[in-house]
């Protein structure tokens, strides 16, 4: 998702709104918050209250009274309102910083933990960048704001407010005049919030879709130069990032406009009143004591309001910033435990997988295109191993990623030993389904942390057996072994090698249910065939479906289906469909084909990628690197 197909932004919301839906998670920092506002407030009153005294002094003991120890006194009390001020503001910058960073995390976190229970169609809609902006820019902002502007805001409203009152306490005339410079300045900031807060969330949304183009052209940095098209990623990039620019430049003209207009209009309403006060001096209706006062306190509003433009820019983009947390947090997740969850059969190892009726259609797909899966009935008995063949395309992955419910069906059932998975707990039919998938993913971990990522507990018995059954063995040869690091951080392996390792993965949880999802694509014929026999004899103690694009793999299976236009068109032995099923010897046919024309892509390819390779580390017969 980009910013520019963004998600449904109709429902805005007020700042206060926003914020008070915080309110569950600041609950614990609010104290200290209150704390901190409080110190600014009292400090701002402080420093309002010096030119009061200055007023005193020069009405009192400077021309009046001719008092050296009223002038001291007075000068003591303007040094202590002054350290006073400076530790208050001390405690407000020490007070706030702790809430702001805890609060940081806990949404962190909050929103780690949404991303996680999600499900797999809200990841295949939005881009990665915008959740990683979402989850890291988006809450510092805020925090910043929290921490700090939020803070300003407060103190400077009530400095802007407490000042004026002193200003027309000080003299209603010039107050006035001040006062009234304060409408235009009003009009100005609130139609500069209209026009910022769009640019904001442009800003943001745009921030990114830039951070997504990164992470994408690093994931598929060997691509890019192997066909030779950095140039051309630099340059889309490029063309994002001065986007971006532009619409960073044109919050900062109008935030230098509105700042322009905030610091001009006091400054023209205190030369006027310079002029009138001088006239009310010399015509003595004003003291030089009230207008001592009165200029000092301008000098104290006038700051605050010069700021005003730039705080409220840091609270649009606060707010902008908070929205967008929300906007994901607000996806409802579709994929949940049921309300009365069934035990699942403390049955054998191996369970009965069933597909009853089964439907499904992808939620972008075209209004008139018909359903991806439109009516799978298909069982798999306790123990037997069926293979999914089907043309590229036809929906073999989509089909086996219902049974860990990693899509829900939109029609019909997936059913494990008769119960309905949606019947089940996620984490206990997770805990019997396992699942490899043709991409493997790593994680930043151990070999070992990685096989045993279902089955944390499990011991040294467990982990050897997964490794030698997939075929694994080169991990014994790697610089630590299985505590060798492996993923994006540790040793860089072949796309057959980490295969090896997701298939690994999947046989440790030892699943009632096991999901192959073509895990043997990128081996090398040697290879597939030790690991297929090695594979062969823990394939008999689980039920296992497999997806499968040629024979070597379909030879695996105890039976295949035969999956065309979302329906399953045939189902029997792999000799049974050769011999009497042309649409099953096409489909074999056209998947070899296909798989040839890979091949040779990859070897051009892999001369200068390492990425697909083919896998050459092939696994000595079974135990013998052990
Ligand atoms: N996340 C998704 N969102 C929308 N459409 C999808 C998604 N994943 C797959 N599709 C579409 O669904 C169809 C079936 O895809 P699927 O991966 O299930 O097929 P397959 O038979 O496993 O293909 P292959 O043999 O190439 O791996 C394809 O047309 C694909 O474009």
Not at 353 to 363: A, K, N, S, T
Request: glycine share 8%; charged share 20%; with cysteine.
């Amino acid at each position: 998702m980009t910013a520019l197909e963004g998600p449904d932004r109709s429902r805005e919301t007020t700042f206060t709104q926003s914020l008070a839906r915080l309110y569950p998670l600041s609950r614990e920092v609010v104290p200290r918050l209150a704390l901190g506002l409080a110190s600014a407030v009292v400090a701002s009153a402080l420093a309002l209250a010096i030119p009061q005294v200055l007023q005193w002094i020069v009405n009192g003991p400077l021309f009046e009274s001719n008092d050296p120890a009223g002038l001291w006194w007075g000068v003591g009390v303007v040094l202590a309102l002054g350290l006073a001020e400076a530790g208050l503001l001390t405690a407000r910058r020490q007070l706030v910083l702790a809430p702001g960073t805890k609060l940081e995390a806990k949404l962190r976190v909050q929103l780690y933990e949404h991303l996680a229970e999600l499900p797999v169609a809200f990841h295949d809609e939005w881009g990665s960048g915008q959740l990683l902006s979402r989850s890291m820019s988006d809450i510092r902002r805020f925090r910043r704001w929290i921490s700090f502007g939020m803070v300003m805001i407060c103190v400077n409203a009530i400095t802007i407010g407490i000042g004026t009152a002193l200003m027309l306490s000080s003299s209603w005339v010039l107050g006035t005049i001040y006062a009234v410079a304060a409408v235009p300045v009003l009009v100005v900031s609130f139609r500069f919030r209209r026009r910022y807060r769009i640019a904001s969330r442009r800003a943001q949304d745009q921030a990114g879709d830039l951070a997504t183009v990164v992470e994408e052209s690093v994931r598929g940095i060997r691509v890019l130069k192997a066909f030779g098209r950095g140039r051309d990623a630099l340059d889309s990039f490029a063309a994002r990032a001065d986007e971006l620019r532009e619409t960073e430049l044109s919050k900062s003209r109008s935030l230098s406009t509105v700042s322009m207009v905030l610091t001009l209009l006091p400054e023209t309403a205190l030369a006027v009143s310079l002029v009138v006060g001088a006239f009310l001096v010399a015509s003595g209706d004003l003291t030089v004591g009230a207008i001592v006062a009165f200029f000092a306190t301008a000098a104290i509003v006038n700051g605050p309001l010069g700021r005003l433009g730039e705080q409220f820019a840091m609270s649009m983009d606060a707010k902008t910033a908070i929205d967008r947390y929300f906007e994901v947090l607000d996806v409802p997740n579709t994929i949940l435990d049921p309300a009365t969850p069934v035990s699942p059969k403390a049955a054998s190892r191996a369970s009965r997988l069933e597909f009853q009726g089964v439907r499904f259609r992808y939620p972008d797909a075209p209004a008139d295109a018909p359903d991806l899966l439109d009516g799978i009935d298909l069982v798999v008995e306790p123990g037997e191993t069926l293979a999914l063949v089907a043309l590229t395309g036809g929906g073999k992955s989509t089909l086996v990623q219902l049974v860990p419910r990693l899509y829900d069906v939109t029609g019909g059932r997936v059913l494990i030993d008769g119960i309905d998975v949606r019947d089940l707990e996620r984490l206990a039919l997770r805990s019997h389904v396992s699942i490899a998938f043709e991409e493997p993913v790593l994680f930043s971990a151990s070999v070992r942390e990685n096989i045993l990522l279902g089955v944390p507990d499990a011991g040294d018995d467990v982990l050897l057996r997964a490794l030698e059954v997939a075929g694994a063995d080169f991990v014994h040869a790697l610089p630590d072994g299985v505590d060798t690091l492996v993923g994006e951080e540790g040793l860089s392996l072949s796309g057959g090698q980490r295969q090896r390792l997701a298939l690994a993965r999947a046989i440790a949880a030892e699943p009632r249910v096991l999901v192959l999802d073509d895990p043997l694509s990128a081996l090398d014929v040697r290879t597939e065939a030790l690991v297929t026999e090695r594979l062969r004899a823990t394939l008999r103690e689980t039920t296992t479906i497999v997806v499968a694009h040629r024979p070597s793999t379909v030879a695996l299976a105890d039976r295949v289906a035969l999956l065309h236009n979302g329906r399953i068109a045939a189902v029997g032995t792999h000799a049974e469909l050769l011999a009497s099923n042309e649409l099953y010897r096409s489909v074999l046919a056209r998947q070899s084909r296909a798989r040839e024309e890979r091949w040779r892509e990859s070897d051009v390819t892999s001369a200068r990628s390492a990425e697909r390779r083919p896998d050459v580390s092939a696994p000595s017969p079974a135990g013998a690197t052990r």
